[in-house]
Nanobody
């Protein structure tokens, strides 16, 4: 089994920054994808960004140039640096890990962008 522990959400003003972290534990194999998804009220969960073991990344168009995803393989941790936050970034952010055809999710952390 895999466990994902998220931290770093909160309330921030428009234009501000937040950094999310997610540490994975349990049965982690060598090749796995980590990333972040988000779900706003009344909307479906959507991809924010993913990063593979080699460091290759993929971003949603809505966050390109503002968000940066990185990972520390030794710590089995993924980070999401969010800059220039907008009210439309308000959502519950979920950490994701995919390996061997299975998907694992964190419990979610609330990010609210409001003045």
């Amino acid at each position: 089994q895999v466990q994902l522990a998220e931290s770093g959400g909160g309330l921030v003003q428009p234009g501000g920054s937040l950094r999310l972290s997610c540490a994975a534990s349990g049965s982690i194999f060598s090749m796995y994808v980590m990333g972040w998804y988000r779900q706003a009220p009344g909307k479906e969960r959507e991809l924010v960004a993913t990063v593979i073991v080699s460091g290759g990344t993929n971003y949603a168009d809505s966050v390109k140039g503002r968000f940066t995803i990185t990972r520390d393989n030794a710590k089995r941790t993924v980070y999401l640096q969010m800059n220039s936050l907008k009210p439309e970034d308000t959502a519950v952010y979920y950490c994701y890990l995919g390996q061997r055809g299975k998907d694992y999710w964190g419990q979610g952390t609330q990010v609210t962008v409001s003045s």
